[in-house]
């Protein structure tokens, strides 16, 4: 046993007896069969491109063949959850990313290369972000009682014919599902699943099912793509970011700052105070902005009335390349939004189109 777990993290490759090893000096037909392990499974190993998928909302589909169908916004929140969304601020409280926490599985699905190895108990993801890694027993055994929780949670996997399923739970519940900040709780638990249908692809796909955070699961479905001509190397984070942690260019992270109420939107402003059955289209020219406000808003002139527009947090309006500079007095946008249920000539937006251009805003 020691030997296959020494195997599965790739510190003994010299043991793992791959059926159909990936040699980058061969020619890969990427239509042909997927290779199979010992005991008839498939065979995952390889380098995977994935889609940089930063923002678990959004259907990406990239020349290089990988892509992402998102869960569509408006994500279906708690109240918890939606006020873990509208909290997130990296730029105040810093992001565990920035100070080389381990990432989590969803977020480390970057566009960093991933090196998959495995054999007939273990399958190990080697990611080059950071130099994390992951190793998973592939043999349908139980849960590990006692373990603390942590970043990764603890992943079992089984197979269901030539689909391997692999479950996490116990998660920390300071992860996040992408660099924009969708949240995830401590109740969580990640079921994420994959095929290889041939030999230069990886369908994969993940279900939250995370009832403190969503009322229901969300998942996202994705296409990885092999890349025998690349290789993992190292990541050295910490060395490219202790200068700015140090000196302030990077807000530390120093640990969960969560809130389980909402800090940006109070009672009068969260989207339950506005009427979800009458969404407006407008179109108005900008007089006041407050972009960057605690409570970001606008005042827009539209049909010779004065409205209130409440906008998204800023740092989610900034992630989405909505700057302060498109939404300066002057400036003619269109907007769909929702009126307050409490205040005349006040409005939620939900997105907001700028030279042609539309941001979503939940």
């Excluded at 977020?107 to 190793?135: A, D, G």
């Excluded at 479905?221 to 910490?238: D, G, K, Q, S, W």
């Excluded at 390349?321 to 939404?327: G, V």
Aim: glycine share 8%; hydrophobic share 35%; proline share 7%.
């Amino acid at each position: 046993m020691r030997n296959k777990a020494l195997c599965a993290v790739g510190m003994m490759l010299a043991l793992c007896a791959s059926a159909k090893a990936q040699s980058m000096r061969a020619k890969v037909d990427m239509t042909a069969p997927a290779p199979r392990l010992a005991n008839g499974k498939p065979d995952f190993s390889g380098v995977w491109a994935r889609p940089g998928v930063q923002d678990m909302t959004r259907t990406v589909r990239n020349a290089n063949g990988t892509s992402n169908v998102g869960e569509p916004n408006p994500l279906p929140f708690t109240p918890w959850g939606q006020a873990q969304w509208d909290n997130y601020n990296p730029t105040k409280n810093g992001d565990y990313a920035g100070s080389c926490m381990p990432f989590g599985w969803i977020r480390s699905f970057t566009p960093h290369p991933m090196q998959i190895v495995q054999n007939n108990e273990y399958i190990t993801f080697l990611f080059e972000q950071s130099t994390m890694f992951q190793t998973v027993n592939t043999e349908g055994l139980p849960h590990r009682p006692g373990l603390p929780p942590s970043w990764f949670g603890d992943s079992r996997g089984h197979w269901e014919g030539d689909t391997l399923i692999i479950e996490a739970v116990n998660f920390n519940g300071f992860a996040k599902l992408g660099t924009i900040g969708h949240p995830m709780s401590n109740q969580a638990k990640l079921t994420m699943s994959f095929k290889r249908p041939d030999m230069g692809h990886i369908e994969f796909k993940w279900v939250l099912d995370d009832p403190r955070t969503y009322t229901r699961p969300i998942s996202n479905e994705r296409v990885f793509v092999l890349t025998p001509n690349i290789e993992v190397i190292e990541y050295a984070c910490m060395e490219g970011t202790i200068t700015s942690l140090l000196e302030g260019g990077i807000t530390p992270w120093t640990g969960s700052k969560d809130s389980d109420t909402n800090l940006v939107y109070d009672k009068e402003h969260e989207w339950s105070a506005y009427d979800s059955t009458r969404s407006q289209t407008l179109t108005g020219v900008i007089r006041e902005s407050g972009y960057s406000n605690p409570l970001p808003t606008l005042k827009l002139a539209v049909a010779g009335k004065t409205l209130t527009i409440v906008l998204a947090p800023q740092t989610r309006m900034e992630f989405r390349d909505l700057t302060e500079e498109m939404l300066q007095p002057g400036a003619t946008i269109t907007l769909v939004g929702y009126p307050s249920k409490a205040r005349a000539d006040e409005y939620r937006a939900e997105s907001i189109t700028v030279a042609r251009r539309t941001t979503d805003l939940r």
